[in-house]
T-cell receptor, first 119, second 114 residues
Framework: AQSVTQLDSQVPVFEEAPVELRCNYS??????LFWYVQYPNQGLQLLLK??????LVESINGFEAEFNKSQTSFHLRKPSVHISDTAEYFC?????????????????FGRGTQLTVWP | GAGVSQSPSNKVTEKGKDVELRCDPI?????LYWYRQSLGQGLEFLIY????????KSGLPSDRFSAERTGGSVSTLTIQRTQQEDSAVYLC????????????FGQGTRLTVV
């Protein structure tokens, strides 16, 4: 079983500042990695994912995350945040399992990080 | 359908009553997940289906909770003898096979036990 740690429950930053939301997971077996975002009063949306290939993945709104296998981390970064980025961000991990082929198994979520961007 | 559909969107029930929450996954998705989200809490895993079987039901908090999935599609989460601590948003997600797999979430059912 995996456990996912998001070290910061709250991250307040000013607009246009850089931000990093940290995520570590427990197991070094092959994994799929995800960041989900939940805007106020909305459902969960996928922000970006790592399944294989390049360890640096990017979203359409300027976020990026890097899979670091040796550190078992998948930190989320953005060089310059906007007020509209205010939301809760969840890191999630699924074990790769050869028996399931490329089907996701159980998703393990962190407790979430509330990013608040101030003007 | 175009996305994961959950019904009802809101449910208010009296303590001690049974409730059923429904999830219609995206057509063709083999995996289905139930989570719940309480105020100020993260996402609590409840159960995961692969087809009609549930390889992982370890997250169900008590024997008052049960879930089934029929025909590899629709799933129902049943909570018997509801308690106030069951109040939460219950989220369903589904995922497919393939190289670009990801889990898609529904909008959730907000359950309030009074």
């Amino acid at each position: 079983a995996q456990s996912v740690t998001q070290l910061d429950s709250q991250v307040p930053v000013f607009e246009e500042a850089p931000v990093e939301l940290r995520c570590n997971y427990s197991s070094s077996v092959s994994v799929y990695l995800f960041w989900y975002v939940q805007y106020p009063n909305q459902g969960l949306q996928l922000l970006l994912k790592y399944l294989s290939g390049s360890t640096l993945v990017e979203s359409i709104n300027g976020f990026e995350a890097e899979f670091n296998k040796s550190q078992t981390s998948f930190h989320l970064r953005k060089p310059s945040v906007h007020i509209s980025d205010t939301a809760e961000y969840f890191c999630a991990v699924s074990d790769q399992n050869a028996d399931r082929g490329s089907t996701l198994g159980r998703l393990y979520f962190g407790r979430g990080t509330q990013l608040t961007v101030w003007p | 359908g175009a996305g994961v559909s959950q019904s009802p969107s809101n449910k208010v029930t009296e303590k001690g009553k049974d409730v059923e929450l429904r999830c219609d996954p995206i057509s063709g998705h083999t995996a289905l997940y139930w989570y719940r989200q309480s105020l100020g809490q993260g996402l609590e895993f409840l159960i995961y289906f692969q087809g009609n079987s549930a390889p992982d039901k370890s997250g169900l908090p008590s024997d008052r909770f049960s879930a089934e999935r029929t025909g590899g599609s629709v799933s129902t989460l049943t909570i018997q003898r509801t308690q106030q601590e069951d109040s939460a948003v219950y989220l369903c997600a589904s995922s497919s096979t393939g190289m670009n797999t990801e889990a898609f979430f529904g909008q959730g059912t907000r359950l309030t036990v009074v």
